[in-house]
């Protein structure tokens, strides 16, 4: 089977088309230094239990999405000056979060993420805060109707079931619009907004 991105023959069998790039633009929860590191020694634990094996997310694309603005064929600088006007009408909190269990979603590489058994009602409501403003913004832009916030550890083969591990407590303190290009590895921070303690 051919891979989505790679690529492939013109029409008239002359040479390779090359595939598409894909810009892939979201609003995140970006961990600090120390928030990572604590990510990464949970990745570790779960990483040497027998029976393991999956694809391991590098630590330095640990974040979690708030919301997914879309794959676009092109950078979007409309799109961005549109969140960045949203920015300024939404107002959020800082607030303390603990990751605490382990879990799998449902995927065809199902991914083994990183959850807490409470969800912070602050999360919650900056989640919506930006859901409402953005729809309001962005003409036809279509976002989730429902919130899980999780950071994805790993790419498995099996779903696994949902278990307790040592506690990650984060103080979340801004959100950030991230800009990734699909098949590349790093991500590009456009802008950054902190939240108010």
């Known amino acids: 089977m051919n891979h989505p991105h790679a690529s492939q023959h013109d029409l008239f069998g002359g040479g390779h088309v090359p595939a598409p790039t894909i810009h892939r633009l979201f609003l995140a929860l970006l961990p600090d230094e120390h928030v990572r590191a604590a990510l990464a020694q949970t990745a570790a634990s779960l990483r040497a ?16 999405t ?29 607030f303390d979060w603990t990751l605490d269990r382990v879990r799998s979603f449902h995927g065809r590489r199902p991914p083994r993420v990183l959850c807490g058994s409470v969800s ?7 989640w919506v805060h930006w859901r409402e403003a953005l729809l309001r913004t962005v003409p036809g832009l279509r976002l989730e109707n429902r919130f899980v916030p999780h950071v994805t550890l790993a790419y498995g083969r099996e779903l696994l079931p ?25 991500y590009r921070t456009l802008a950054s907004w902190p939240l108010q303690d």
Request: proline share 9%.
């Open 49 to 64: 239990r027998p029976g393991a094996g999956a694809g391991w997310v590098d630590p330095l694309r640990y974040h979690v």
């Open 66 to 94: 708030v919301h997914f603005l879309g794959d676009h064929a092109s950078p979007r600088p409309d799109l961005v000056a549109a969140t960045e006007r949203v920015a300024g009408l939404v107002r959020g909190a800082a």
């Open 120 to 126: 912070p009602e602050p999360l919650q409501a900056l």
């Open 162 to 186: 949902e278990t307790e591990v040592e506690p990650v407590h984060w103080r979340v303190s801004g959100i950030a619009l991230i800009q990734s290009v699909v098949g590349q590895h790093d």
